[in-house]
């Protein structure tokens, strides 16, 4: 129900945001990624696979990002790159591009 609706926001034109809190090692990349286990799809592949059946349009621009923040410290999950940033320098970074 909550899938199908964010979905729906998306192709009105708003953002939705997809997040999953808690302690280490609880299964929230499972709950977002996968993979699929007593025939229920993850979160994120069911949102995306909502979100382009419900498209009645033949062209659809979908912008994921994907995040984990453990400890302060910021990855992203979508790079190879074993870069990461912490909270500060990410504030750093968003202050001095508002200021540019």
């Not at 949102?47 to 984990?68: A, D, I």
Request: aromatic share 8%; hydrophobic share 40%; with cysteine.
């Amino acid at each position: 129900m909550y899938l199908q609706a964010a979905a729906e926001w998306v192709l009105e034109g708003f953002s939705a945001t997809l997040l999953a809190f808690g302690q280490s090692g609880t299964g929230k990349s499972s709950t977002l990624f996968g993979p699929q286990r007593n025939n229920v799809e993850p979160i994120l592949p069911a949102v995306l696979h909502s979100l382009f059946n419900s498209c009645s349009s033949n062209s659809l621009k979908v912008g994921v990002s994907c995040w984990e923040i453990v400890q302060h410290e910021l990855a992203d999950l979508l790079t190879d790159s074993s870069h990461q940033l912490s909270m500060y320098q990410v504030r750093l970074r968003s202050l001095t591009q508002v200021a540019e």
